[in-house]
């Protein structure tokens, strides 16, 4: 706990300054001075005492949410007790992230009462992660207005910033579980001949596939009953994610990063929500983190922990490692979903190489992510010689780009060339496409 005078002993302070300026011409200035401080004295010992006593009843309680979304509004409260009666004016102050806007939390009033003062303030961050919330800091003022006494409560809050579309896509995602379910439903009702996995048997119905026909419990009911086959659960999925240096590229206050995290995050969740289980990788120049796939709750909740706060370090992607990785720790067949971008024949052809064994045991669907800046260079009108420059080489990067892109489909290798803001609902609609046709 910390005193210090307040404005008012500050002002007695200059105008004693004053004061003694004109002593010389008023003597008796003096002595009225030498009173007025002997009374500040008496009533500055008197605050002090009973400050000290008072900011020992103080109780700060501050509420934080543990998770929200990114670049949208939370609300973060303090709540200060007390048990002393008189009004008192007080400040409170809260340490913030730097990131928080707006990155101050104070607030001031004049306190009455036994009721408990109430702070509420609004921020927003931009940047998904973890950030801690500091002390609470608060500051009252003396019952005469002479002291003020300053104590800090120290806190360790965390707000966990989460991919907004994961958070609040609640209208996606329910949608990606209907057509989960219509896929399923359509496989047993008409595409009888895709799912291998034995559901049910259910009487035969105009449309049924004849060559579904169980000729032996047809002839025990004496009717005709057919065997209905669903779409085969439990098999991995595996999304990777780049984190390298191109996935650093910003759009619309957002990386390819972001947009990669986030819908990786709504796959893992769609498939979970499936009955598959889902594993998610991130890598650069090395493996960043690898969950091995799993099913149920347990294993979006340890997506979510491994990838929310990852960033870019600006590093040259190298996809040779985790290529190792997955041949060492994914034997069974799965859907590799890869999420990175490409942009020459030259520089990629490591990684076009990796991709391009991976067919040869997985099924891989790998979502390109377009440069949105590079189309926009292209279209500008050649205005002097280094903008018509500047367009030739976007043309050229982005023809090589195509060329890569088209050798991997003729691989085997199922491409999305797409927007990163866009990236979400195509990608979970290639998923939902793959799956349907049972690959695995």
């Known amino acids: 706990m910390k005193f210090r005078p307040s404005r008012r002993v500050i002002w007695i302070a200059w105008g004693t300054v004053i004061a003694a300026m004109i002593a010389f011409a008023f003597p008796m200035i003096t002595r009225l001075m030498s009173a007025v401080w002997l009374l500040v004295l008496l009533l500055g010992a008197l605050d002090y005492l009973s400050l000290r006593k008072e900011m020992t009843t103080l109780e700060v309680d501050v509420k934080t949410p543990d998770i929200v979304a990114r670049g949208r509004l939370f609300t973060v409260q303090i709540t200060v007790h007390r048990m002393f009666f008189r009004t008192c004016e007080s400040d409170v102050h809260h340490d913030v992230p730097y990131e928080c806007d707006p990155n101050l939390h104070e607030a001031n009033s004049s306190w009455k009462g036994l009721e408990p003062w109430i702070v509420e303030t609004e921020f927003r961050i931009h940047t998904r992660g973890r950030y801690d919330f500091g002390s609470v800091w608060l500051r009252c003022k003396g019952r005469f207005g002479v002291l003020e006494a300053q104590r800090q409560f120290p806190r360790s809050d965390s707000i966990r910033v989460f991919p907004e579309t994961y958070l609040e896509s609640e209208r996606l995602l329910k949608d990606a579980g209907a057509r989960v379910e219509l896929l399923d439903k359509v496989v047993r009702e008409r595409q009888h001949g895709v799912g291998t996995e034995f559901e049910s048997l259910t009487e035969f119905r105009e449309g049924d596939d004849p ?27 595996v999304v990777i994610v780049d984190s390298g240096r191109l996935m650093a590229a910003d759009h619309r206050g957002m990386t390819k990063l972001d947009a990669g995290i986030d819908a990786g ?28 796939p799993r099913s149920g709750s347990p294993a979006l909740k340890a997506i979510q922990e491994r990838v929310y706060d990852i960033q870019t370090r600006w ?8 290529f190792a990785t997955l041949q060492q720790r994914q034997p069974k067949r799965s859907l590799i ?28 669907l790998f979502a390109a992510l377009k440069t949105p800046l590079l189309h ?15 367009s030739a ?15 991997l489909r003729k691989s085997g290798v199922y491409v999305l060339d797409v927007l990163p803001e866009n990236l979400g609902a195509k990608l979970i609609n290639d998923f939902l496409e793959l799956r349907s046709r049972n690959l695995l």
């Not at 009955?275 to 493996?287: E, I, K, M, S, T």
């Open 211 to 237: 060559r579904r026909i169980d000729w032996r419990s047809s002839s025990r009911h004496r009717r005709l009953i057919v065997r209905r086959h669903q779409i085969e659960r439990h098999r991995d999925i």
């Open 265 to 292: 995050l709504l796959i893992a969740k769609v498939a979970l929500a499936s009955g598959d289980r889902c594993g998610f990788a991130l890598f650069d120049v090395d493996v960043r983190g690898y969950v091995p």
């Open 315 to 322: 590093m040259e992607s190298d996809f040779s490692q985790m």
């Open 337 to 364: 979903v890869v999420i990175s971008d490409i942009l020459d024949m030259q520089t990629t052809e490591r990684f076009r190489s990796s991709l391009q064994q991976l067919t040869k045991r997985h099924i891989v």
């Open 376 to 390: 926009a260079v292209m279209e500008e009108p050649p205005e002097n010689l280094q903008t018509a420059w500047k």
């Open 393 to 407: 080489l976007a043309y050229r990067l982005l023809d090589q780009r195509d060329e890569a892109l088209e050798s």
